[in-house]
């Protein structure tokens, strides 16, 4: 993907990695250690944070069409390194997100067992240690991939900005009406 309406499609792409990952790391925080929020939210986070995981690549592959196309600086040589690394922030969000999205499922079916229905569990939904090691592990990984994301827009937003601004405005600049 090269352009969208004009734009360079790596512009339009990082708004949306920059909003959902991060949604999806706090979702992930809450659905960890939230049991009301668990039981509602496990499933649409973890297809948001698969969502995520091909959505990462798709723009790391459109900035590296843009990076082509501009000076090379060292901003813009830090931004794309550290963009290599959105993926290893994403991908750990939505494992444990569906980690946590299974182990609802399997708390769900466990109370089919009492019904009577005999069902396999496969990650002990009703481990109290193992819950709290997924909660603690969620924050964590959430904390990181938060940071990583901010990490990457701060060097992206630097990258783009540095030196293509002045703090003081045009005397011609909007708002301003000749004779004024």
Avoid: C
């Amino acid at each position: 993907m090269s352009t969208v309406n004009g734009l360079p499609a790596h512009i339009l792409l990082v708004h949306a990695v920059v909003v959902l990952l991060p949604l999806a790391a706090l979702l992930l925080v809450l659905t960890a250690v939230w049991p009301a929020a668990r039981r509602r939210l496990a499933g649409p986070n973890a297809i948001l944070a698969v969502i995520v995981v091909g959505l990462v690549p798709v723009t790391t592959s459109a900035g590296e069409w843009l990076e082509r196309r501009v000076a090379e600086t060292a901003l813009l040589r830090d931004h794309t390194e550290l963009g290599d690394t959105a993926i290893w922030a994403a991908l750990p969000v939505a494992v444990l997100a569906l980690v946590v999205w299974w182990r609802q499922r399997e708390a769900t079916a466990a109370a089919a067992v009492a019904a009577g229905v005999r069902q396999r569990s496969y990650l002990a939904p009703g481990s109290t240690t193992l819950t709290r090691i997924v909660a603690v592990l969620a924050v964590v990984i959430a904390g990181s991939a938060v940071y990583d994301t901010y990490r990457i827009g701060d060097s992206g937003a630097k990258a783009s900005w540095t030196g293509n601004f002045s703090s003081t405005a045009r005397q011609d600049g909007p708002g301003r009406r000749d004779g004024d």
